[in-house]
């Protein structure tokens, strides 16, 4: 295909993207000791992208013959010729960056590839069922079990040509235990860049059945948080989706041109000095995580991009549009769903650096405030203003961690609250690797972090 895809570019003189992707897609969900859910899925096709007279235009086919090809590279081109005379012209101009010019396999895409479908829905089931015995109080068990193997080309007429088969497998449960009328959930999961045995060493799953089951139970008895702003410590989950939801989005180039708070503030001062925030495509901490990706779907290398150096914004993240646009290179961000998507502007995996305190010091710390865990859903805007929900608290009194509550709620400005960081620990983990990120359309991403202590608006109840 490859191949193919190269003798088709030399024949045309405008810049011009060939993305071949098929991805094969597993689900299964066990729930009351029954399967609920098992879905599997397989889409294949081309997209093709092309820059005539500094306006794109794009179609996709099913159709990967040479000459389903090339009548998606016809309609592409009529596409852009056809916007040509609207008033939507302007002149796109783009910067390549380093491009790919190889093939790459992901460990343990072969060993998902092989294993029986039989052994992956047992492993479903048999938890599920297990977390059910954990207790008379756990009214509701499930476990979900999802997976995507992709293999994508990208060539293109700047120069890349290239291949990769990744994997990304995923595993969750969720108890929902009940007393007296009232119910209350409680969830763990988390998903790698990976193959199956590499998924069940990340550190998240743990333990993950005896403490679902007993965090579920536990915070039956919980009482609500005090509301206020507060002395806290974020887990790396909840650093997590600060960095991705309420800063990582205000830094997308595309975003940053429609007037995020970020617009131009590249160089000034946005966090405490101690924070360091990354986005990157072949994380080094541990291996795993979920947003692992050789190159985009541009075909430029997917390396590091270093966000906020020591308290200052130093980049943005950058397709090869933007790029040429702020006069910056491209950082390998630019990322299409399906092949009949557009590549939009993307993170892949997003979180702080890890500093040199502990989480004991940290707790030591505080005379009165909280250790957040728990990270639930939420919203953030362009402005970097963010409403998180978490499961729990623990209240930390006099440097003691001493009491579970339960249903916290984190509201702020997330530039804010970065300046007011006092100590980053040096214990690190990827958190936030199950389910996707949307933006017009979905993508896999990760985000973690260390433990940060900081000053953040805690909702709670009197």
């Not at 969720?174 to 209350?184: F, L, R, V």
């Not at 806290?232 to 650093?239: E, G, Q, S």
């Not at 970097?384 to 929900?389: A, C, K, N």
């Amino acid at each position: 295909m490859k191949q193919l895809l190269e003798d088709i570019v030399r024949e045309y003189g405008d810049y011009m993207e060939l993305r071949f992707h098929r991805r094969l897609s597993n689900s299964f969900k066990a729930t009351k000791g029954r399967v609920d859910v098992a879905n599997h899925t397989f889409t294949a096709g081309v997209g093709v992208r092309v820059l005539v007279k500094g306006i794109w235009g794009f179609a996709a086919t099913t159709d990967v013959s040479k000459s389903g090809i090339r009548r998606a590279v016809e309609r592409a081109q009529a596409c852009a010729k056809s916007l040509a005379k609207t008033k939507l012209r302007h002149n796109v101009k783009i910067r390549s960056g380093k491009l790919a010019r190889f093939d790459y396999e992901a460990g343990g895409y072969r060993e998902l590839l092989d294993m029986k479908t039989s052994d992956k829905l047992a492993r479903v089931v048999e938890t599920e069922q297990q977390l059910a015995k954990q207790s008379s109080r756990i009214h509701t068990a499930s476990c979900r079990y999802n997976e995507l193997l992709e293999e994508k080309i990208i060539v293109t007429t700047d120069g890349a040509s290239a291949l990769q088969r990744i994997c990304q497998p995923e595993f969750s449960v969720s108890a929902i235990a009940s007393k007296d009328g009232e119910q209350i959930a409680s969830s763990k999961g988390a998903g790698v860049a990976g193959g199956w045995n590499c998924l069940f060493k990340h550190p998240t799953l743990e333990g993950m059945i005896e403490e679902t089951a007993k965090l579920s139970v536990d915070l039956l008895a919980a009482k609500y948080p005090e509301g206020g702003m507060k002395n806290v410590i974020l887990d790396p989950a909840v650093v997590g989706l600060l960095c991705h939801e309420a800063i990582g989005h205000t830094v997308e180039a595309d975003f940053v041109k429609a007037g995020s708070v970020a617009q131009g503030k590249i160089g000034a001062t946005v966090a405490s000095p101690l924070v360091t925030m990354v986005d990157s495509g072949c994380e080094s901490f541990t291996g795993y995580a979920t947003g692992n990706i050789p190159f985009d779907d541009e075909g430029v290398v997917s390396e590091t991009t270093t966000i906020i150096e020591k308290g200052k914004l130093v980049s943005y993240l950058h397709n090869k549009e933007s790029a040429h646009e702020f006069d910056a290179q491209p950082t390998g961000s630019a990322r299409a769903w399906q092949y009949d998507d557009e590549p939009l502007i993307r993170m892949r995996n997003t979180y702080i650096v890890p500093g040199k305190d502990s989480l004991s010091e940290m707790i030591a710390s505080i005379d009165d405030g909280y250790l957040v865990e728990g990270a639930g859903s939420g919203q953030a805007d362009s402005n970097g203003e963010f409403m998180f929900g978490c499961s729990h608290v623990w209240h930390i009194k006099n440097g003691k961690k001493n009491e579970l509550l339960r249903e916290a709620t984190l509201s702020g400005i997330a530039f804010d609250v970065l300046k007011t960081v006092d100590a980053v620990s040096k214990e690190f983990r990827w958190d936030l690797g199950t389910g996707h990120c949307g933006k017009g359309q979905p993508a896999k991403v990760d985000a973690g972090g260390p433990y940060i202590k900081c000053k953040i608006h805690v909702g709670g109840r009197t």
